[in-house]
Antibody, heavy 119, light 107 residues
């Protein structure tokens, strides 16, 4: 069955960096667009970034543009989120999700990884 | 950015009830709406895509409708496992914004 497993979260100080990974299985990764979505503690969902199946296009939330970078390795069925210059307001559980090709809708999600940015 | 307004933000209902959740978009988004269910401590799950299409595994008591700027999620004959938070999301243009959520609690 479809599997998405995030890793790489942790506690960092403002200004530091983290790289999240999402290892996948159970579907043809190279055919799927991939999203990152975050959820601050006790808050709602916030879409963060998207990458096309062939990595030819990426999309970002304005508040992370220039600080975060989404990428993928289709040979390893893995998507990444490089997060630089982290801010306290970036603290959240980060989920990766695959799209319901050809739609953007997020049809399967991982269990999430927690990022805490605090001094 | 396209804003989504969900209402109500909270509702209390009993097993067997029918509940209606509304999602209004700040502009025309055709049928580019998805609905998700999130239980406490769990990842969201896709219920419906393209406003009215049931995702694989979604029970038929969930129905979606709407087009343009107003959308509805209806849950018929509420079951114990349906008590959760529901989110709409627009996928017409990025950023792919979510509504603030509707928490459905047991009366």
């Amino acid at each position: 069955q479809v599997r998405l497993v995030e890793s790489g979260g942790g506690a960092v100080q403002p200004g530091e960096s983290l790289r999240l990974s999402c290892e996948t299985g159970g579907f043809t990764f190279s055919d799927a667009g991939m999203h990152w979505v975050r959820q601050a503690p006790g808050k709602g969902l916030e879409w963060v970034a998207f990458i096309r199946h062939d990595a030819t296009n990426t999309l970002y939330l304005d508040s992370v543009k220039g600080r975060f970078a989404i990428s993928r390795d289709n040979s390893k069925d893995t998507v990444f989120l490089q997060m630089n210059r982290l801010r306290p307001e970036d603290s959240a559980v980060y989920y990766c999700a695959k799209d319901l090709s050809p739609y953007f809708d997020l049809d399967y999600w991982g269990q999430g990884t927690l990022v805490t940015v605090s001094s | 950015d396209i804003q989504l307004t969900q209402s109500p933000s909270f509702l209390s209902a009993s097993v067997g009830d029918t509940v209606i959740i509304t999602c209004r978009a700040s502009q025309d988004i055709a049928s580019y709406v998805a609905w998700y269910q999130q239980s406490p401590g769990k990842a969201p799950k896709l219920l419906l895509y393209a406003a009215s299409h049931l995702h694989s595994g979604t029970p038929s008591r969930f129905r979606g409708s709407g087009f343009g700027s107003e959308f509805i999620l209806a849950i018929n004959s509420l079951q114990p496992e349906d008590f959760a938070t529901y989110y709409c999301q627009q996928l017409k243009s990025h950023p792919f914004t979510f509504g603030l959520g509707t928490k459905v609690e047991i009366k």
